[in-house]
Structures are given as structure tokens and as C-alpha cells.
């Protein structure tokens, strides 16, 4: 199982903010977002809920769950 | 943050220009030595106040590096990103310090070996190899001075990241270098130099020396740390990837030193003896700072 997002979305609906200009906000390294958003790390729990603050959005809405094994067996 | 720049970086500067004035003496005080030497003249009581004054400049050059690796530090903070001129000067920082252990060496060595009457040719070409190369250190260093102080008014409040990732990684990548420096002095020591009657002597300076430019940043990093939370000293994915460094770390450690604990088991006064620890913390250093790079850069 897999951490999917859509924080790139979100951040080009937000008046296109840049990676450091949203870690700047909630207070981690430019490297983390662009490790969350290319699905390399998982945020904990509270970092997930100051994405979705900052967004104005629930975490759901931003963070989502990937079952890997339906998506294999779908591919195959 | 700007006051701490400005500081370090005057006095940088300042003592840039004392260096370079110190090193044209030493070129000069140099000229004049080495022939009376070379022909194995007396030297007068004004040769020898030359001598010494060359020795107070080896000290005053030490200073000046100390204080360049502080300046570059608060450069790479400030600015934010690296710069040509900055990378290229912290390389030549880092070699430079390290050659100062040539610069003792040749300086001991050709006082003994003058007294001792014999030839001092070799010491004075590596002299003059290592003061070349200093000379190109401090006139890098002092145009980056310039071009960092003349530039300090380019960089706007508010466009820095909060979380910086640049003394992170400067520590990191000069914490490789360093310890890679070491690491290749200590097996060049044990294959080399293994009868070699001064080990205990030589090998200490090279140790101090080679993690000077480490130490330093490591401490600049702490002491801008202080300030804040040990909490947030690093964010979460920063934390993630010491931590997994430091796996890395304590499983490469065990057994290299096993195996050095093996090897040098039944070898009595053998040069692991006094090399078993600089190895030990140069692979700590080197292992650590390349996973803690690694796992940023790569996860």
C-alpha cells in the first residue's frame, strides 16, 4: 500500500506557489515537499495536516490511499 | 544573521591581506635562507629573526584558514546557494589547511637537517610547492570575500528558505571530503610508512588538521542550532535520513574494526596502534556524511 497526493495540484491552484514558498509555510525543507509530492516520503500525521491547513483543504482530499496489489492485479 | 556575516567576513579579509603581505615576506625571508643553507653558511642572529617571523606566519595562516572556513559558512548561510567562486575556495580552503602540516615538517626538518649539515634541497622545493599553493588559496579566498560583501545587499528579506538545506549539506560534503582526506593518509601511513620511526609524531598533526574544516562548520552548524528546538534542528525527512545514516554507519563500523581488532591481534607495536582511532572516526565521519547526503538527495 502506497501514500498518494495531490499536493503539485494543489500548489498550481494555489496561485502556482513554489515548493520552497510552501515549505517555507509549513516549516520543513523545499527536498521534503518534492520527496512527498514524487511519493518518496511519507509525511507524519501532523505535517499532513498542515499541508492540508495551508491548503484550506481536509487531509483526504489531498492525501489518499494506493492498494499496489489491486494495482497489480489489474495490470496483469 | 547579518552581523554574524559581516564579522566573520571582515575579518577575513583582513586577515586575507595580512597573509598575502605575510607570504611575499615569506618568499622573500625564503630567498635569503635557502641560499646561506643550501651552502651550509652561519646564519646571523637577523637570519635567524627571519626564521622566526616565518614561523609566526605559519601561525597566523592557521588563523586566517580557521577564520576563512567560518566566513565561507556564514557565506553559504547567507546567500543560500553555493556559488563557483565560494565551492571553489572552500576546496582550497580544505587542501590548504592540510598542507600547513607540510609547511611544519619542511620548516623542522630543514632547522634540523641544517644543523645536522646535511642537504635541505627536497624540503625547499615542497616549501616552496605548499607556499604556492597558499598564495592561490588567499587571493580565491579575498575575491570571494569581495564578491561576497559587495553582493550582501542582492539578497532580499524574505526570498531564504526557513528550513535551510545549505550548511546541512555543506557540513556533510565537507565531512566527506575530510574524512575521505584522512582516510587515504592513514592507509598511505600503514602501507607506506609503516616503519616509519615518526608516525606519532606526523600522524596527530595530520589528524588535528584535516578535521579542522569539519570541526568548524559542524560547530558553526551547532551554535546556529542552539537557538532553536532540538526538535527543530531538523525536519521530519531530514530526520529520516540521519537516521538511516546512522543505521549504515553502525553496520560498515563493526566490522571494519573487527576486522582491524583481528589483524592486529598478535601484531604488538604495529601502526594500527596509533592509527586504530583517526580510521575509526575518519569512517565514521565519511560513512555518516556520504549516507546523510545519499538518502537526502536520493529519497
Redesign the interface.
Known amino acids: 500500500m502506497k501514500l498518494g497526493n495531490h499536493i503539485r495540484r494543489c500548489r498550481f491552484e494555489h496561485n502556482e506557489i513554489s515548493q520552497q514558498a510552501l515549505a517555507n509555510a509549513v516549516g520543513v525543507t523545499r527536498l521534503t515537499i518534492h520527496s512527498i509530492e514524487k511519493g518518496k516520503f511519507v509525511p507524519s500525521t501532523f505535517l499532513a495536516f498542515k499541508l492540508a491547513r495551508f491548503f484550506k483543504k481536509n487531509v483526504e482530499d489531498i492525501f489518499y490511499l494506493i492498494d499496489t496489489e489491486q494495482e497489480n492485479s489489474g495490470e496483469t | 544573521m547579518k552581523k554574524g556575516f559581516l564579522i566573520t567576513n571582515i575579518t577575513a579579509s583582513f586577515f586575507a591581506v595580512v597573509s598575502i603581505g605575510w607570504l611575499i615576506y615569506d618568499f622573500i625571508a625564503y630567498g635569503i635562507l635557502r641560499g646561506k643553507m643550501l651552502q651550509l653558511e652561519p646564519l646571523t642572529s637577523l637570519d635567524e629573526k627571519l626564521g622566526l617571523f616565518i614561523w609566526l606566519g605559519v601561525l597566523v595562516f592557521l588563523i586566517f584558514h580557521i577564520v576563512s572556513f567560518l566566513a565561507i559558512a556564514s557565506q553559504f548561510q547567507f546567500f543560500k546557494k553555493a556559488g563557483a567562486l565560494r565551492v571553489i575556495a572552500l576546496l582550497l580552503a580544505i587542501v590548504s589547511c592540510i598542507f600547513i602540516l607540510d609547511d611544519i615538517a619542511c620548516l623542522s626538518d630543514i632547522g634540523k637537517e641544517y644543523q645536522e649539515g646535511l642537504e635541505v634541497e627536497f624540503e625547499w622545493r615542497s616549501l616552496y610547492r605548499s607556499s604556492a599553493l597558499h598564495g592561490l588559496f588567499f587571493l580565491v579566498m579575498l575575491a570571494n570575500l569581495i564578491q561576497a560583501l559587495y553582493r550582501r545587499t542582492e539578497v532580499k528579506p524574505g526570498e531564504a528558505?526557513?528550513?535551510?538545506?545549505t550548511i546541512?549539506t555543506l557540513v556533510h560534503a565537507v565531512g566527506v571530503l575530510c574524512s575521505g582526506i584522512g582516510l587515504f593518509g592513514a592507509f598511505a601511513a600503514l602501507i607506506v610508512q609503516r616503519s616509519h620511526p615518526l608516525l606519532h609524531i606526523t600522524f596527530p598533526f595530520l589528524f588535528i588538521l584535516s578535521l579542522i574544516p569539519y570541526g568548524l562548520l559542524a560547530g558553526y552548524w551547532l551554535i546556529m542550532k542552539v537557538k532553536e528546538k532540538p526538535e527543530?534542528w531538523y525536519?521530519?525527512?531530514?530526520f529520516?535520513d540521519i537516521s538511516r545514516a546512522a543505521l549504515l554507519t553502525m553496520f560498515t563500523t563493526i566490522p571494519l574494526m573487527a576486522l582491524i581488532y583481528i589483524l592486529t591481534y598478535n601484531a604488538p607495536k604495529n601502526p594500527m596502534d596509533i592509527l586504530w582511532f583517526p580510521v575509526y572516526l575518519y569512517w565514521v565521519i565519511f560513512c555518516f556524511s556520504l549516507g546523510s547526503l545519499y538518502f537526502?538527495?536520493n529519497?
Do not use: G, I
Open positions: 528558505a526557513v528550513h535551510d538545506v546541512f527543530n525536519d521530519e525527512k531530514q529520516r537526502n538527495w529519497n
